[in-house]
């Protein structure tokens, strides 16, 4: 997640959430880079 997290642009940019193929969320990324752990919060 550090290497894909690296560019987005904290605050502004979201990362999709996908299961299945499906589409199920794309939050806000709000600190860069995510790393080992992180956490989604909210709901989208």
């Avoid at 690296?6 to 995510?34: E, H, N, Y």
Wanted: net charge positive.
């Amino acid at each position: 997640m550090i290497a894909a997290t690296k560019p987005i642009a904290g605050g502004i940019d979201r990362i999709a959430i996908m299961v299945d193929g499906k589409f199920l969320s794309a939050p806000v990324v709000q600190s860069v880079p995510l790393g080992k752990n992180f956490v989604i919060s909210g709901s989208g």
